[in-house]
């Protein structure tokens, strides 16, 4: 099969630069167009373009992909991974095979912008990645294959996108050869169904500690990376980046602190269940494990509430 590559974050290079090892080179690759990034606003390439020009691939960085910039390359099909645009019609009707998406969930549940991270925030056990014929409907196309991965149970979503971005190449892969055979077919998605995954707003990364414990230890991992779980040190801005749920050293209130000023900060949550701070961030300060975060106050923790 004869591909043009459409992708633009590093989980695009992981697996383009997989693909290409493994089965070869695409004919083309098209990203996003470079834009000014960081403090200083450097012009910058996304990272599949970067790795293009590394390769000495051609590439097309592009603010809309049309069918005419596909034209002197003529593709058996197009394979997109988070490339960052909504195709056109006649994009999607250019490869003589197919347009394919790697998309990060078992379709139909997940359709959108934040399948791993809303399927960890909703303490999902399993995940995975599909193959999907494109369609004008976002994620609503038939499926090629799926590959299926268990979201281990203190999983960052940082961390299953990792491994999901090895799952991806490898599903790249075996859908390319199926092709190659000719012996193939593509299986509708059962719209009934059918779950959305939204983009991450980052008004969501506020803790309601009013939440069972469990709920926000999801949402702890769901926003690890970014935008990172916050909450207030009485006023003080504060990120959560990991915590765990254990048996309560005490009962506590929604918010409630309990500490033993040296080892473990407990909070309070919904459902008289509590949640142990393990790597957290006070604003302008650095970011550590709980045990030197406690260690700066010399024994003498003097904050009482999480929250508002």
Known sequence: M?????????????????????????????????????????IASTAVGQFA?????????????????????????LLVVAFGQILKSDVLAFPRVAPLNVHASLLPKYRGAAPFQRAIWNHEKKTGITIQKMAKKLDAGDILLQKEIAILPEETSGELLERLATLGAEASIEALRLLDTGKYFFTPQDESLATLAPKIDKSEAIIDWKQPAEKIFDQVRALQPWPVAETTLEST????????????????????????????????????????????????????????????????????????
């Open 2 to 42: 004869k591909y043009i590559f459409l992708g633009s974050p590093e989980i695009a290079v992981v697996i383009l630069k997989k693909v290409c090892e493994t089965y070869g080179a695409p004919l083309a690759v098209v990203t996003q167009t470079a834009k000014a990034t960081g403090r200083g606003q450097k």
């Open 237 to 308: 801005p504060l990120k959560v980046f990991r915590a765990r749920v254990s048996p309560p050293e005490k009962s506590l209130t929604a918010g409630e602190i309990h500490t033993d000023h040296k080892t473990f900060l407990q909070v309070g949550c919904g459902d008289k269940s509590s949640l142990f701070l393990t790597e957290i961030q006070l604003a302008n300060r650095k970011r550590l494990a709980i045990r030197d975060f406690l260690l700066a106050y010399r024994g003498n923790f003097p904050h009482s509430r999480m929250g508002a």
């Open 53 to 77: 020009r590394e390769k000495g691939l051609p590439l097309i960085e592009t603010d809309r992909v049309t069918a005419e910039q596909l034209q002197p390359y003529s593709p058996d099909v």
